[in-house]
């Protein structure tokens, strides 16, 4: 036992520093292209063009959850999945997923110090090595489909290395990364629109009237007519659950495992996909059995055995959130404001890159105070004290604190009777949370 788990540490911290390495290949000057990553891509022998049917998904909400729906969906009728996914929570070998299981240590190891060699020292994004790994991983492992999310944008993204996929999802598009994708829904709609392509099954989740105007045009000058959410299919909430109806489908379906009335939605364009994909055999009962088991952690995630939960008093709740745009922050705010039982504290961290007051600004009516804190081992973090500064100027009663224990001890002492705890606010900072779980710490890679 004590020599299998000696060995198991020095390979993770071989993926850990060849993880380091590739991060120093980084360009000095980003330009948007997709020639990088083809170069690498051929000389590891084209893996791109041996991959299992893809679902390309895009968009800057939902990816991630579409990707849970679909997955549980096609577990549940027998067929075997791969999933590439971005960021991890906590081990980098969460983003690539062989038949549902994350890969192993010793495959991932080598692979990457394969995709190191043949790039030879050559600029190169940390996303884009990465990826070409996750597509060597996946051409060696036979499967029934590849759910392939995409990491940033679409035109230049990475994933869009694949030149006919089965199918493409673009889920609802808002305002994120703007400093590489532009600061309009338009341009910002123009790149994710870019992952469609000519007699590809495109399927568009709901949108901004202003996003879903690019989506479509692009769809008609790529030749391809998107399934669209609102004209071809539709979800409506019911008491139990949803209704999806579309021009040739009419489900009534259960409540999705994951919790917010905005993974409905999220259900639905899994549905809406599947359902486009005529070659596989998916019933009722598959759909249904996907939606009730559905995991995806770090998003809307109560805490239960944690060591942070040891910190809480009987009829005290902790949560977890990811979301951390101003779209996520009203999607959240949507299902907190039914929270009424109990009042609700947060416990918040960002990245530097985003304004915070447009996510925090939706939750300020619902939240009796907030604790800030920085998220660990991110150097791209903002703050507590600047973070405290901005839930302030969105009337959120804020004060910093040291680290994320006593940002909930903090909160417990200032309250008068049991509440919630919401951490949110930054997917890397669910990771920190998550990782206390397992005694690790997360390799933060900000890519």
Known sequence: MLRFARNRRTTEDSIDAILARLQQLHPKTIDLSLGRILSLLDRLGRPQDQLPPVIHVAGTNGKGSVIAFLGAILNAAGYRVHTYTSPHLVHFNERIRLGGETISDGELCAILDECEKANAGDSISFFEITTAAAMVAFSRHP?????????LGGRFDAT?????????????VSMDHMHFLGDT??????EKAAIQKKDVISIVAP??????????????AAGTQPFQFGRDWTVTPTKRGFQYRSTRLSLDLPMPNLLGRHQIFNAGTAVACLERLDTLEISDKDIAKGITSARWPGRLQRLINNPLTEHLPQGWELWLDGGHNPAAGSALAETLEKWTDKPLYLV????????????????????????AVTIPGLEASMTAEEAAEAASEVDIPSQPSVDIPTAIQDTVRAASRPARVLICGSLYLAGSVLALSEGATPVRTVG
């Open 143 to 151: 499967a029934d489909i590849l759910l392939l999310e995409c990491g």
């Open 160 to 172: 869009n290395i694949v030149k006919k996929p089965a199918a493409t999802v673009i889920t609802p």
């Open 185 to 190: 829904i338009r341009q910002i709609a123009a």
């Open 207 to 220: 949108q901004h009237d202003q996003a879903n105007a690019v989506i479509t045009d692009y769809a008609a």
């Open 348 to 371: 918040f961290g960002m990245m530097d890159q985003k304004p915070p007051q447009n996510f925090l600004r939706p939750l300020a009516p619902l939240v009796r105070g907030l604790r």
